[in-house]
């Protein structure tokens, strides 16, 4: 009996400290640390019930290819209270074909097909050009999810996407994005984040403020 005491001691002093970790309250996020207040910033697409988080990224962005499969895992874990948009920036140069692929891809309706696909495509299979890609060297990797090349070629120079470029870079704009992947919470908040991790744990702590109804 002792014995058996002894050992339930032994487990409490080593079971207690983790157990003390997991109920200390995670510290709140600390402005012009963690993030920063956009001023006079509104969402990008609001949708009533919802907090909108929008990603801001690049397909050629490497950063934003290792950061999909979380964000991408995060989104679908918050989809009934969070409102997740990727947005793919229009920043120029290599960025600016795939952002209108991007926004080509949203028009015909296959983003979901071929979002996750682009990345690897890009920065694991090496199949499509990182720098000075053509529209029709572009076409043939949607061609594989049943897009017309015709059709993906009149849509990406086609009014509809330079719209959502447009709005795409008024909204980007507005909320002081200069990186990706940067994540903007209900167009009030810019996180900032030192890894990953840390981006989604404040993004979260953000999301829980605006559910809340508090203020920064």
């Known amino acids: 009996m002792t014995r058996r005491l002894l050992l339930r001691s032994l487990l409490l002093l080593v079971l207690l400290p983790v157990a003390a970790m997991a109920a200390t309250p995670q510290a709140a996020p600390v402005e012009g640390t963690d993030y920063e207040v956009i001023e006079g910033g509104i969402p990008f697409a609001p949708l009533k019930g919802k907090v909108e988080v929008v990603e801001v990224f690049g397909y050629t962005c490497p950063h934003c290819a ?38 080509a891809a949203q028009a015909l309706g296959v983003v979901a097909q071929t979002h996750d696909a682009m990345f690897r495509a890009l920065h694991t299979d090496g199949t499509l050009p990182l720098r000075n890609a053509t529209p029709g060297e572009i076409a043939p990797f949607y061609a594989r999810y049943g897009v017309d090349p015709a ?48 981006v989604l744990r404040i993004a979260d702590q953000l999301i829980a403020r605006e559910r809340d109804g508090k203020t920064r």
């Open 66 to 103: 290792h950061f999909q499969p979380a964000v991408s895992a995060w989104a679908k874990k918050n989809a009934k209270t969070v409102n997740f948009i990727p947005m793919a920036a229009p920043f120029g140069g290599s960025w600016q074909p795939y952002a209108q692929a991007y926004y």
């Open 151 to 198: 059709k993906f070629m009149a849509t990406f120079e086609g009014a509809d996407v330079a719209a959502r470029v447009a709005k795409a870079e008024q909204f980007i704009r507005r909320s002081g994005v200069e990186g990706t992947p940067t994540l903007v919470i209900n167009g009030r908040y810019r996180v900032i984040g030192h890894d990953f991790d840390d």
